[in-house]
């Protein structure tokens, strides 16, 4: 259809939102027959960049992008909105405990739910990518009782095309051969990233990498740290592959899985391999019909059982201090 899209995306102004709104705005996320119309929130110390990156916008000439408006207030930003990407988070500084993270997060995550359960359509599909995303996520729906709660999912999407890119390494094989990786639980260094029921070129990636202390030894530890390596090596955290990743999501909910395949994200629990009902957890996940589902009927060995439910067990401690707070 010939209809814009709104696309909210806030901490439009930081560098994902840097390397995000570009991509959006030449029909990446949507894809080349969507118009796009982009709302950025940011706070106010933050509109001025914006609006730089606005004028940016308008000197690519883009021919799907319909316009583009800049809010500092979270009602009006989510607006009308089709499809919000929470960028914008409270970093942990130094010095900074847990429960003070969650509780500057809160501030941030409890009034955008809101925001969107009053004004956005009928159709929002919600992805957070701000950091701790599993719990932002799971604070914004919580106040969006209006809204369906499976249209807030956390990106674990970046974790999912990094394991894709190292198994694919490891394995001397294109990246496009890997199929059927999962990233379970938190988008944090307890995340576990599962090659048991990959293939490589269709046949089980067990064949092609037999090796268990590179898995545990390596794959993994690699995987789940490699937001600390880049910033490391790069002297600032993941931008442009945080966006990409960020497309991906977006696009596959949109336009679906391909066949025989699936992909990671971080959705709400019904119950499924035992993750907590109403978690927001990272499963292996298919998009049909514009919805996303968990894979069923994989089989979880030992070994992959004790590494989701470590990383499952720290999205309850995490949502058990929101509702300490206060903040669900
Ligand atoms: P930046 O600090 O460059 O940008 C954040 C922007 O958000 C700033 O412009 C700030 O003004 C704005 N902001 C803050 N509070 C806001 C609010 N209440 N409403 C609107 N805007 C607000 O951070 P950047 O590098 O872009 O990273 C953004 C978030 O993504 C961080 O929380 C980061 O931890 C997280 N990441 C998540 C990843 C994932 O895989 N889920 C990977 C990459 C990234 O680390």
Request: net charge negative; proline share 5%; glycine share 10%.
């Amino acid at each position: 259809s010939n209809t814009p899209v709104n696309v909210t995306v806030t901490g439009a102004a930081g560098q994902i939102g840097y390397a995000l709104l570009f991509r959006i705005a030449s029909g990446q996320l949507l894809g080349p027959d969507t118009p796009v119309k982009l709302r950025l929130l940011e706070i106010p110390q933050g509109v001025k960049a914006a609006e730089g990156t606005a004028m940016e916008l308008d000197d690519c000439a883009f021919p799907l992008l319909a316009g583009i408006d800049i809010f500092d207030e979270p009602n009006a930003g989510f607006e009308g909105a089709n499809v919000a990407l929470l960028v914008g988070a409270r970093p942990r500084t130094a010095g900074m405990e847990r429960g003070d993270l969650l509780s500057a997060n809160g501030g941030i995550f409890k009034p955008q739910g809101a925001a969107i359960n009053a004004g956005a359509a009928d159709d929002i599909r919600v992805l957070v990518v701000g950091n701790p995303a599993n719990t932002n996520a799971l604070i914004a729906q919580q106040h969006a009782p209006d809204v369906p709660a499976e249209r807030f999912t956390a990106m674990t999407r970046l974790d999912h095309n990094r394991a894709l890119s190292q198994l694919a390494k490891k394995a001397g094989v294109p990246v496009a051969e890997i199929t059927r990786l999962t990233i379970w639980g938190n988008h944090s260094a307890t995340q576990y990233p599962d090659i048991f029921h990959a293939e490589i070129a269709g046949r089980p990636a067990s064949d092609v990498v037999a090796d268990q202390a590179w898995l545990e030894g390596d794959f993994i530890p690699t995987v789940a740290k490699r937001g600390a390596a880049i910033i490391a090596a790069r002297g600032a955290s993941s931008a442009a592959s945080a966006a990409n990743a960020a497309v991906d999501h977006v696009f596959d909910w949109v336009n679906g899985t391909p066949e025989g395949d699936w992909t990671s994200a971080g959705i709400v629990s019904d119950g499924s391999y035992g993750v907590p009902e109403g978690l927001i957890s990272s499963f292996p996940v298919r998009s049909v019909g514009g919805r996303w589902e968990i894979v069923q009927g994989l089989d979880v060995d030992e070994f992959s059982r004790a590494r989701i439910d470590a990383s499952v067990a720290e999205l309850v401690e995490e949502r058990d201090a929101v509702r300490e707070l206060g903040l669900i």
